[in-house]
């Protein structure tokens, strides 16, 4: 079974193979290291000329790339850890972000930043964050995740082949994942409806009538699909999960699709649920033409991730927290 | 004979477009900011020169002195900082966030650094032989990003040109108390060979700048070239603090005076003659153009 990681490093390799302008640039990107989690290994091996590990300088390196696209590269960045990502702020707001709408759509900038979000591995509060909502509402750049009902290969390829900046969010637990097989295993009695191609979005439903909307994105929903599960057999409650691989902007079409039979939304993320992912999803439900939806936001608690594994257990959403707010919503 | 009398009037077009802004700024006419340009013309004027024409400039928030040096139809900057349709970039950019070509500027001191630096070094994996040039002031010296790029560009051995306007002051502030050491130590801890340039003189610069655009461009390595002048307008408008002594005896050394002796006075009337005209033409132009409307709002990227 290939892991979403191996998928990861296919879809870089297939991209690099395919178009010669894809270089990759990060932190201890070369082999035999070949990238702190590995996504990179080997390629460095295949493309000595394209990979091109860099000192730590976060900004920097994306600046460069930046630079890079605009004058006709499509360059990669692997920002070692998510956390990281503060560094990259100015760069991604004030330059690559602005610069195809500012310079009238005369430039393009056709970069990548990858990154490892997430906790729960006990590496604290400066390498376990899920940091990806500070880049979502910022006009011009598009923020995407895999997750295992689709092809993170592909969606990394299309990411890679697109004009405008994307922020990839790799979540660190998703690595170890493999891609699930629809009418088989976990998902042995749920229906998966695609949204879109590039970048999809998939409701899985148990149910053509669900009780329950449950939006989410990325590793969380390996968490959500266990608890879909828990509260069908111990309660009878039919969800229907709707799977983001595009986080900013987004289509809320097939979200709104199942809440109008369900209206019950539930939202879970984890980074922190204050002014999260999860509170625009709420107010375009609200804003929407959908009448009485019942709403719960799941997410990280307000505190900085703990070290040590009970309190960060606390503090980042668990199944028992999100099957405690589908029974609350649905009392 | 001809190249001096091309040096003034270019310096002579950039002098009097600025002032030009600075009037209808003051009148009113004119919306938000501008930073002129007044005072340091020699030196875009000085290093265009000996650029090659599809060589590659990114330039910062004082850059209508490098874009018309570069080139630029002055009409078009007229009417991006008049925020008009037919502007530069559609009036998006305004006068900080312009583009033609291969000339960029963007508003953010020191952002600009790597994106030249990785400009560069995309046109040495297509062996394109183009150099690439950036902007800096004594103020971005400030900005930590600046010296990772100094860092890549040495070890990758980037053909970029890192050009330090060094004026003095950032915004009010005088160098004095925000720069620490000296500059040309800055580039040397990178082990970049640099240029230092202490004159207003265009046909001074122009030489000093010969040899590290030269060195760029044969070695396909860094260089910094530093610029010692000073600029007789407040750093954007009001914003003032100098003492009038200080800019007058700096006004001893306008580079237009001391190009200007080069000339005989009719030349110089000449000059003075033509560009009244053309700045006349392009912002009595620029000004009957129409705003920008929704219909020059696209669809929201999806």
Known sequence: ?????????????????????????????????????????????????????????????????????????????????????????????????????????????????????????????????????????????????????????????NAIADDDPVVFIEHKLLYACHRLEIGKGDLVDGEVEQFGERYPTYNIRFSSKPQISIATYGYNFEIVRKVALEVLYEREIFTEIIVFSQLSPFNLMPLAESLSKSHHLLTVEEGSSNLGWGSEIAARIAESDLNNVKIRRVGALDFPIANTKTLEDLILPSQSVIKKAIYDLME | MEKNYSLYKQMLLIRRFEERLLEEFSSGKLAGTTHAY?????????????????????????????????????????????????????????????????????????????IATGMALAEKYIK???????????????????????????????????????????????????????????????????????????????????QAVNFVRSNMQPAGLILQTYRFAAHSKGDDFRKPEEIASNKKSDPLLIHGNRLEKTDREMAESEITWIINEAFSRADQDPYPGSNNLPPILL
């Open chain 1, 1 to 157: 079974m290939t892991t979403v990681l191996q998928h990861l490093t296919d879809g870089l390799t297939r991209s690099m193979e395919g178009d010669k302008r894809v270089f990759l640039l990060g932190e201890d990107l070369l082999d035999p290291y070949g990238g702190a989690f590995k996504v990179t290994r080997g390629i460095s091996t295949r493309f000595p000329e394209r990979v091109l590990t860099t000192p730590i300088s976060e900004a920097a390196i994306v600046g460069i790339a930046t630079g890079m696209a605009m004058r006709g590269l499509r360059p990669v960045v692997e920002i070692m850890f998510g956390d990281f990502v503060t560094l990259i702020m100015d760069q991604v707001i004030n330059h690559a972000s602005k610069f195809r709408w500012v310079y009238n759509n005369n430039v393009s900038v056709p970069i990548v930043v990858r990154t490892p979000m997430g906790g729960r591995r006990g590496y604290g509060p400066t390498h376990s964050q899920s940091l990806e909502k500070l880049f979502l509402g910022i006009p011009g750049v598009r923020v995407l995740a895999p997750n295992t009902i689709g092809d993170p290969a592909l969606l990394l390829q």
């Open chain 2, 38 to 114: 007044i005072g340091q013309e020699a030196n875009a004027v000085g290093i265009f020169d000996v650029l090659h024409k599809d060589d590659i400039i990114f330039s910062n928030h004082r850059c209508h002195g490098h874009y018309l040096a570069y080139g630029g139809d002055p009409y078009l900057l007229a009417a991006e900082v008049m925020g008009k349709s037919t502007g530069l970039v559609g009036g998006r950019g305004g006068s900080q966030h312009i583009h033609l070509r291969n000339f960029y500027s963007n508003g953010i001191q020191g952002g600009i650094v790597p």
């Open chain 2, 128 to 210: 394109s032989k183009r150099i690439t040039l950036v902007f800096l002031g004594d103020g971005t010296l400030g900005q930590g990003i600046i010296y990772e790029s100094f860092n890549f560009a040495s070890l990758w051995n980037i053909p970029v040109l890192f050009v330090v306007e060094n004026n003095r002051y950032a915004q009010t502030t005088p160098i004095e108390i925000a720069v620490a050491g000296n500059i040309p130590d800055r580039f040397k801890a990178f082990g970049i060979n640099t240029w230092e340039c202490n004159s207003t003189d265009v046909v001074k610069i122009r030489e000093d700048s010969e």
